[in-house]
């Protein structure tokens, strides 16, 4: 007897509607990398969706560059990818995309040296750079470093405050014994739209990486730094009363965290969403960290009180299905998501696809996120079917 197979999503760009998760999704063409990780979103003034990440044999390796594929407004397929780095001395990662107030595009990249014999982790040579366009993403400006202390990593775009004050949130890698596990967290800061910029330092956040700033409302100056946490364990958060000039030692929050990257924003509702890793395996903690074999599934987490609980949360990719203490390693990776929310309120989310395979997006909305609220009953014997 033949049995017909599922289809499942092919790295072609076409858009189609998940009719299950009820949400619309693409895998990204991949060019001719073989890996991809570590993407960004940005809707540009024409109503483009900009998906970048960086591209190439292995991450760490000397050919890996930044790309980006373009989604332009009303269309069903994402374009190819072109190059916006195109380095062969250099791994240029963890891109993120920025639209500066003056309408150019900025995407802004970690770039060091390519790995050497013995020597797996370069971060600590990393400098920022960034290239620019200004025709909606097509083509891209030669490398411009712009943050040059070695070591100097990053994933987030720049923000601008309400106050005006522009902030970057950095962590700084080191060559030391304690390798990446002793990484801490900073900021980039500037008064004057770009033009200087001062460095603080988060006290101790060695280990609490990936800052991700968001401002609230409650009362002038308040931001929440979430983070990644190396000791697989949980997010942390790091709160500031000052617009960032000062910082708190970071502290747990609910939600887990796999020594994986996170992203988090503030939506047009109020609430705070954070994307990541549903997941943490603290007992595999080293001085080097921690490094689970278990990068999903990928949720998104809601908060209405300014990031204490998180109690609506959906799963929007569940992997393979383990979810044993002993097989859930049988799930390929799906990582390092990036969540953003466009002008019409929609969000959209982008994510390492099958260990690096490609990239994934999904767009929902934020009543997707939520579902049906309060506590569910089901009577079995009632003759409903198909309720929800």
């Known amino acids: ?10 790295p072609d760009g076409q858009l189609y509607y998940d009719s299950e998760m009820k949400f619309t999704e693409a895998m990204l063409p991949t060019g001719p990398w073989p890996t991809a990780h570590a993407p960004s979103l940005l809707e540009t003034k024409e109503g483009t969706m900009l998906c ?42 963890n891109p993120s995309l920025w639209l500066h107030p ?38 891209w400006g030669e490398p411009e470093v712009i943050f040059a202390e070695p070591g100097t990593f990053s994933r987030q775009p720049i923000q601008i405050l309400s ?8 962590w700084i890698c080191t060559d030391s014994k304690d390798g990446l596990a002793g990484d801490p967290s900073a900021f980039r800061i500037s008064d004057d739209e770009g033009k200087t910029w001062r460095r ?20 002038p100056g308040h931001l929440i730094a979430f983070m990644r946490s190396r000791e697989a364990d949980f997010i942390y958060k790091s709160e500031s009363f000052d617009y960032g000039d000062t910082w708190e030692e970071p502290s747990a929050t609910v939600l887990p965290n796999n ?20 997941s943490s395996a603290p007992k595999s903690y080293t001085n080097m960290g921690a490094w689970p074999g278990l990068r999903c599934p990928v949720t998104i987490a809601l ?14 990719e569940r992997g393979e299905g383990y979810v044993g203490e002993e097989n859930r390693g049988g799930n390929m990776q799906y990582e390092y998501p990036y969540i953003m929310q466009a002008e019409d309120g929609m969000l959209h989310v982008a994510y390492a696809y099958q260990t690096r395979r490609g990239i994934k997006w999904l767009t929902l909305s934020e009543d997707d996120v939520i579902g049906k609220r309060g506590t569910s009953t089901y009577n079995p014997t009632s003759g409903a079917v198909g309720a929800h």
């Open 102 to 139: 003056n309408g150019e595009i900025w995407c802004l990249y970690t770039s060091q040296l390519g790995r050497q014999p013995g020597k797996d982790n370069m971060q600590y040579t990393a400098v920022v750079k960034k290239q620019v366009s200004t025709d909606d993403g097509r083509t």
């Open 52 to 93: 970048c990440w960086f591209a190439g044999t292995y991450e760490g390796g000397a050919d890996i560059n930044v790309v980006v594929s373009r989604l332009p407004k009303g269309a069903d397929k994402w374009e190819e990818p072109v190059n916006v780095s195109n380095e062969n001395d250099f791994s240029d990662q």
């Open 200 to 219: 603080v330092d988060m006290p101790k956040s060695n280990g609490r990486v990936h800052p991700n700033v968001v401002e609230l409302t409650d009362k």
């Open 163 to 170: 106050n005006g004050r522009w902030i970057y949130g950095n």
């Open 1 to 10: 007897m033949g049995i017909k197979t599922l289809d499942v999503l092919t």
């Open 259 to 278: 020594n994986s990257s996170i992203s988090a924003l503030k939506l047009k509702s109020g609430r705070i969403c954070i994307c990541y890793n549903h």
């Open 303 to 316: 908060s209405e009180d300014n990031g204490k609980t998180f109690p609506l949360i959906r799963n929007v």
